[in-house]
């Protein structure tokens, strides 16, 4: 492979002439997209007649859900309906069609226990936080099981093993993995393992709805370096006084005055009958004075890589800094989401030209068709050139504020300003090693002067104004869409062809160890989101004494760390990892082992509390009189417990012993006597 080497600053940044497809490793059923720059694609529709599938949970009883196709969730898409199981578990889940199980897997987190059925349509069910299979699949899962002797299980069967039929019962609901309440995760896959809604075709008359979105917010955004809204580099937020009801119309009495390209984002949410949980908004069409001008529709998630795109679909940074998750209502650079008509990048954005005027209509639609509008008129206004400054902005003494941020490649400095007798602001000075460039004010307001520079030119070292200098902590741009190496004495990155949405202005950071705190590593900043892996090496400062028991964990700024785990190069002092998110990593040495007692016998099976202080629980067996015996882990409440109904195992009597390692290896071993 050739590799283009151009200096960064603190660094040195390799791009690779040739790219590769990058493999995460998190799902070997996806077919991986190609690498390079990622580009929109339609989804083809899928044809189902209505009635084809069978509700898995009371059909034919009214029901609710307590979540929706395509919610916005923290790193993806809810890709199917929660269906809510009347607060119990152990409701009977009846299969949806004719078909055979295809896979099931036994997990303390994500689905929990998860069961697909395949169907001669070429479409799959999926049936998540299920609480128990059923025979003949679960003697089948209980063989392999204690053949492996581990619970934690993935198993795939082949056509006709394990037939089934529509509405045959073929598990028993629950609240395992990340549920957070008893019910059912219910999706609907294609061949390509596309999570498609369940509503398109039709519904289902156990749900009921007949009330529409409900808008919380409507924004404008600029999106170039021309652009302005209300005369500022700044978006606006519109946040109607009263909360509107149920589909009703929303029309925002005030004109926003705006200029060049922008952008228009939405919040909102949905609620079916009889039930107050906040659910997703399936289609949102925009129209431009009469005409269309954008629409989406969350009918097809490409799962699972494409699920984390929901960080694109929405302004990530600006949900990180506020709590407010605003959905983007254009094509933004490096969003490949099938949701668009028609596909393409940058459709959506909107150029405002000076003297017009924008009428600016949405409705947003539920997978019911029940609708909500909002009406906001934009007016085009020339953006005004820098102003003499207020007077007494500030006690004479007083000396400027000067702070900066980044948006898209956009350097936005802000100075607040002392007095100024001319009561005209100076220029910016960018500096760069000897050279340095001035930059001319952007626009005023009060006592703020604001600048605005494209990054593309250039990253400066330093910024200046007046007698105040302020560092510049990017140290390079990393182009997204090609395999990209950035390297200082401290770590080692790796940027795969989709590690990233857009290009990125790099900032990293090492922090010696102190008496307070060990050796830092500060890799970008944790509101800037990645889409695929990112590969770290950190170089530590002196060699690891105990690599064996020594890994990177993620810290947060109240102290908390979490597990990431990483592979030692021979050295002892380079180890490396895969990451999805941007953050501060330290190294820490785990040498204690797990903990574990025995609570009791409730229902005459075995409960233990288990635990550990640092790197977490990794594996868990109990044997009885030398026999594997099957336990199951409830993350939420850190137990391990046996299960009834257990034809393989040993009885609960005699001699045993719990055993227990952590993800650094330490093992515990608890005698018991039953």
């Known amino acids: 492979m050739r590799r283009l080497v151009l200096p960064a600053a603190g660094g040195l940044l390799l791009l690779a002439t040739t790219t590769h497809g990058q493999d995460d490793g998190s799902d070997d059923t996806t077919t991986r997209r190609a690498s390079g720059p990622i580009r929109p694609t339609a989804a083809a529709p899928v044809a189902v007649p209505p009635g084809y599938f069978l509700l898995p949970i009371m059909p034919g009883q009214p029901n609710f859900l307590a979540a929706s196709m395509g919610e916005l969730r923290p790193n993806h898409f809810h890709g199917g309906l929660d269906i809510k199981t ?5 409701k009977p889940v009846y299969a949806a069609a004719d078909g055979y199980v295809s896979r099931l897997k036994q997990s303390s987190f994500g689905y929990g226990n998860v069961l697909y059925i395949t169907h001669p349509n070429g479409l799959t069910t999926v049936y998540g936080h299920l609480n128990e299979f059923l025979d003949p699949v679960l003697a089948e899962l209980r063989r392999q099981q204690y053949e492996k002797q581990t619970y934690e299980l993935e198993l795939f069967f082949k056509p006709g093993q394990f037939p089934v039929k ?6 028993k609901s629950g609240n395992t993995g ?50 302005r809204v209300r005369g500022q580099f700044e978006r606006a937020v519109l946040v109607p006084k009263v909360q509107p009801a149920p589909g009703a119309a929303t029309v925002f009495p005030d004109t926003v005055s705006c200029v060049g390209q922008v952008g228009l984002l939405l919040q909102g949410f949905d609620r079916f009958d009889g039930a107050w949980n906040k659910n997703g908004i399936q289609r949102v069409t925009v129209y431009v004075n009469g005409q269309p001008h954008y629409q989406h529709v969350i009918d097809a998630v490409p799962f699972p890589n494409g699920s984390r795109q929901v960080n694109n679909f929405v302004d990530y940074a600006y949900h990180f800094q506020s709590g ?20 393409g990048l940058g459709q959506g954005k909107l150029t405002v030209e000076p003297g017009k005027v924008y009428t600016i209509d949405y409705e947003l639609a539920d997978s019911y068709n029940n609708k909500a509008t909002a009406r906001v008129i934009l007016r085009g206004e ?3 050139d820098y102003a003499a400054l207020a007077p007494k902005a ?18 936005r400095a802000v100075v607040t300003h002392a007095t100024d007798t001319a009561g005209v602001p100076a220029n910016l000075v960018l500096r760069r090693g000897g050279r ?29 104004f007046d007698q105040v200098t302020k560092k510049f902590d990017r140290q390079a741009m990393i182009p997204a869409g090609q395999e990209t190496s950035y390297t200082t004495p401290f770590l080692h990155l790796v940027f795969g062809p989709q590690t990233l949405f857009s290009p990125l202005h790099l900032n990293t950071a090492h922090v010696p160890a102190t008496a307070a705190a060990p050796e830092t590593w500060v890799v970008g900043s944790a509101s800037t989101p990645l889409y695929l892996s990112l590969r770290i090496t950190l170089k530590a400062s002196a060699p690891v004494v105990n690599r064996a028991r020594t890994a990177v964990y993620s810290v947060t700024a109240k102290g908390g760390r979490a597990y990431v785990g990483g592979t030692w190069d021979a050295s002892g002092q380079q180890i490396s990892f895969n990451t999805k998110v941007f953050g501060q990593y330290r190294l820490y040495t785990d ?36 026999r594997f015996r099957l336990l199951r882990f409830e993350h939420k409440n850190s137990t391990l417990f046996t299960v009834a109904n257990d034809p393989e195992a040993p009885a609960l009597r005699g001699p045993a012993e719990l055993r227990l390692t952590d993800q650094a290896g330490n093992e515990r071993v608890i005698p018991l006597s039953l």
Do not use: C
């Open 86 to 90: 009347a607060s119990v578990i152990n």
């Open 166 to 171: 529509r509405g045959e019962v073929v598990a």
């Open 178 to 227: 990340g549920s957070a309440g008893p019910h059912v995760h219910w999706e609907v896959r294609d061949g390509q393992d596309r999570q498609l809604n369940p509503l398109q075709w039709g519904g289902f008359t156990e749900i009921q709805d007949h009330q529409g979105p409900i808008l919380q917010a409507l924004a404008v955004e600029p999106l170039g370096i021309a652009a």
């Open 324 to 343: 407010r998750m605003l959905q983007k209502l254009w094509v933004d650079e490096g969003n490949d989401l099938p949701f668009y008509t028609p596909p």
């Open 382 to 384: 020339k953006a005004a």
């Open 394 to 411: 500030a006690p004479s003494a007083a000396r400027p504020l000067l702070r900066y941020d980044i948006t898209r490649n956009l350097l």
């Open 436 to 464: 340095q460039l001035e930059l001319r004010p952007s626009y005023t307001k009060g006592p703020e002067t604001t600048y605005l520079y494209d990054l593309r030119a250039g990253l400066p070292d330093s910024l200046i």
């Open 591 to 626: 040498t204690k082992a797990p903990e574990g007692r025995l609570l009791g016998r409730p229902g005459g099976q075995l409960l233990f509390r288990v635990g550990d202080d640092l790197s977490g629980l990794s594996s868990y067996k109990l044997f009885i009189g030398g």
